[in-house]
């Protein structure tokens, strides 16, 4: 895997973070992609200190016009990108039609 570039979703907490520190481990640069800005800085962090390229790229993807300019700064670092991961979720209490609307990109509220 030396050499490969990987972009993570979902790359500040749980699996996404798992999968990127594990990715990382195995040679992968890693382009890690998560709304929360502090958590994928920390997780790029912790990575550069086991000698590994990364970038942290802090966007929203319920806002699918963020995903050309995020593969392009990625592709700008790295050359190119050969492993995706998807790991991005939606959280919420999982009740309201707020969060319906962000898990299904929809503006129903009904």
Request: negative net charge.
């Amino acid at each position: 895997m030396t050499w490969q570039v990987a972009f993570v979703t979902g790359a500040a907490s749980g699996i996404g973070r798992a999968t990127a520190r594990l990715l990382a481990v195995e040679g992968a640069a890693v382009a890690a992609v998560d709304r929360d800005e502090a958590g994928v800085s920390g997780l790029v962090v912790e990575l550069a200190e086991l000698g590994v390229p990364c970038r942290a790229l802090a966007a929203d993807l319920a806002d699918i016009g963020a995903l050309p300019d995020l593969v392009g700064v990625a592709l700008g670092a790295f050359g190119r990108i050969d492993i995706l991961v998807n790991a991005a979720g939606v959280t919420g209490d999982g009740t309201g039609c707020s969060t319906w609307a962000r898990a299904t990109g929809s503006s129903s509220t009904e």
